[in-house]
Nanobody
Framework: QVRLVESGGGLVQAGGSLRLSCAAS????????MGWFRQAPGKEREFVAA????????DYVDSVKGRFTISRDNAKNTVNLQMNSLKPEDTAVYYC?????????????WGQGTQVTVSS
């Protein structure tokens, strides 16, 4: 079993920054593919970023490239999402997810989400 708990959401003005954190328990974050997703009101959940369990390489949706950075802290067993130059369209509930087992085709474990609101 893997438990994921997100934190760090909040209200920020456009152009500002937030850092989301996902604390994992039950497995080490560097042993699992992990990702961040978001869901805005009235929209489907979308992929935001992922980090490889093999080499720590990252992948991003085009709309956040150059603004968001995903990273992991093995000592704290967390996966983080640094969000800079935030835009109102980044407003959403952000979810952390993990693939268990690592070769799974889908993200099977999810956190409860953290709200990010960007005001214009």
């Amino acid at each position: 079993q893997v438990r994921l708990v997100e934190s760090g959401g909040g209200l920020v003005q456009a152009g500002g920054s937030l850092r989301l954190s996902c604390a994992a328990s039950g497995r080490a974050v560097n042993s699992l593919p992990m990702g961040w997703f978001r869901q805005a009101p009235g929209k489907e959940r979308e992929f935001v970023a992922a980090i490889s369990w093999r080499d720590g390489s990252a992948d991003y949706v085009d709309s956040v490239k150059g603004r968001f950075t995903i990273s992991r802290d093995n000592a704290k067993n967390t996966v983080n999402l640094q969000m800079n130059s935030l835009k109102p369209e980044d407003t959403a509930v952000y979810y952390c997810a993990a693939k268990v087992p690592p070769y799974s085709s889908t993200y099977g474990y999810w956190g409860q989400g953290t709200q990010v609101t960007v005001s214009s």
